[in-house]
């Protein structure tokens, strides 16, 4: 009787609060003890489980999820999605605040931070991606980018099929070094750089940390063991090595008697901050100066490679492209900031290879108190999930959802819709940090490799091709493309 009695207990613990959305008229699926809804996710990836449950409630506007135990609100609607991300910022400022479990350093990130805490780190960390800023780094970008198709040209000439991202990503990480930090990382040119391997432990969830992590979130009292434990943290050595180069990238600016407008210069300045409202602690500037290398890298390299991707499928639209690139720049080979922008078909190629391949197929919110909106009644500490993917994929939004089609994204096309209905980097205060810097380098990357070379399909090309798993944007066997010199 003992054990029945408490295994009933443990039952009502874990089950007690599931009839909270029902009780308010919500629909979603069934949750079941320990794991709440994940099942869908668990058993067909979060991209496929996300999006089955999007199709199978989204003309409900919302519905009803629960992460273990913890009540989790999936918004399907742009103008709720409005409500959340702008009009009641105030009330649903923070993401969710992700256990421990991949160690000190990702948990110091601005992406983890909350309240007041995120709100002064991004505050000096936003002086970064004015546009004055991001123009006078364009000589910089252009020299990475040279670099890069150098690289690619080498490649043509042996007619070689290549990973398009790994070659592209390395490009990625030169400029995201030289523009936030003052370091020709020379990563392009040096085949044994430590560079890529430390970066890409960052996005590697295998089964253990992402078991880890999955446990932690729906089972939270277990957090504290598995933090302590160690099993999904990000290795020390990989924590050590960028601590090593941004101490290295300190101690050479402090040297440096000349003028630097960068990440590294607006860093250093809150270090020593003498008001402390305006200071950061070394911990936390660590852990951002890596945010920032990590979303510089994985941002530009994912966004590059599938509008390249699409664009070695669709020909017809490359050659489109090319033709704008040439009417804009002329005889130039170098792109300067002020061209960029009137690349517009290049700019709808780039947001429909984004709607397909969006780099956050899912982005979330954490209630901060408890709120009542259109009706319901959302919790502290409730989750907001909006799932972009399915969003994204939406056919009553974007017809034949699964074409590329990038005039979806011309002024008169993206005035019929609800802007909240595209989110490549997602809306509101707490949207990308770094998306206009994001923008400008994918934009220059694209447009200084159509104008020299022509992307092609290879015999590893997939399509459709498949994704990892894992919730992430990434090819599941790779991206593989040739090029052609033009």
């Known amino acids: 009787m003992i054990i029945v009695g408490v295994l009933a207990a443990l039952y009502i613990y874990l089950t007690w609060n599931f009839g909270y959305w029902s009780a308010q008229g919500i629909k979603g699926p069934t949750p079941f003890p320990i794991i709440g809804t994940f099942w869908p996710s668990l058993s067909k990836g979060m991209i496929n489980g996300d999006t089955m449950l999007y199709e199978r409630y989204k003309k409900d506007k919302v519905y009803g999820l629960f992460d273990g135990s913890t009540p989790n609100l999936a918004i399907a609607d742009g103008d709720l ?32 931070l909350t309240g007041e805490e995120w709100k002064k780190t991004r505050s000096i960390m936003s002086q970064t991606f004015t546009s004055g800023k991001i123009k006078r780094m364009i000589d910089s970008l252009n020299l990475y980018t040279k670099t890069l198709l150098e690289k690619m040209g080498e490649r043509a000439d042996a007619d070689e099929m290549f990973e398009f991202k790994d070659l592209v990503g390395k490009c990625a990480l030169d400029m995201v070094a030289a523009v936030g930090f003052g370091i020709d990382a020379q990563v392009q040119n040096n085949p044994e750089s430590e560079f890529v391997p430390h970066t890409a432990e960052f996005f590697k969830f295998g089964v253990v940390r992402g078991t880890a992590l999955l446990i932690a979130i729906v089972v939270p009292v277990l957090a504290p063991l598995i933090v302590k434990s160690g099993i999904g943290a990000i290795p020390d050595k990989t924590a050590a090595f960028f601590k090593n180069i941004m101490a290295q990238a300190m101690a050479n600016r402090k040297a440096d008697s000349n003028k630097h407008n960068d990440f590294l210069s607006l860093i250093l300045k809150a270090q020593d901050a003498e008001d402390e409202s305006k200071r950061l602690p070394d911990d936390v500037i660590l852990a951002n100066a890596i945010v920032f290398i990590l979303a510089g890298y994985d941002t530009v390299s994912n966004t590059v490679s599938w509008a390249a991707y699409e664009m070695a499928l669709h020909q017809d639209i490359q050659e489109k492209v090319y033709e704008e690139i040439m009417e804009v720049t002329g005889a130039e080979d170098d792109i300067t900031y002020e061209m960029l922008p009137k690349m517009t078909y290049l700019e709808s190629v780039i947001e429909e290879s984004q709607r397909l391949f969006p780099g956050a197929p899912r982005i979330e919110r954490q209630c901060t108190e408890t709120i009542t909106i259109e009706g319901i009644t959302i919790p502290k500490d409730a989750i907001i999930t909006i799932p972009v993917y399915g969003i994204h994929h939406d056919a009553d939004i974007y017809p034949d959802p699964e074409k590329f089609i990038p005039e979806r994204f011309s002024a008169e096309e993206k005035a019929k819709r609800n802007p909240y209905y595209f989110q490549p980097f997602g809306l509101g205060p707490r949207s990308c940090i770094a998306m206009r810097l994001a923008q400008t380098e994918v934009k220059l990357c694209l447009a200084k490799m159509i104008q020299k070379l022509r992307v092609l399909p290879c015999e590893k090309t997939e399509d459709p091709i498949p994704l990892v798993q894992t919730g992430q944007m990434h090819a599941k066997n790779g991206l593989y493309l040739k090029v052609q010199r033009r």
């Open 81 to 112: 999605l409005k409500t959340v991300l702008v009009k009641e910022f105030s009330s649903f400022q923070d993401r969710r605040k992700l256990p421990s479990v991949l160690g000190p350093t990702v948990s110091n990130m601005l992406t983890e």
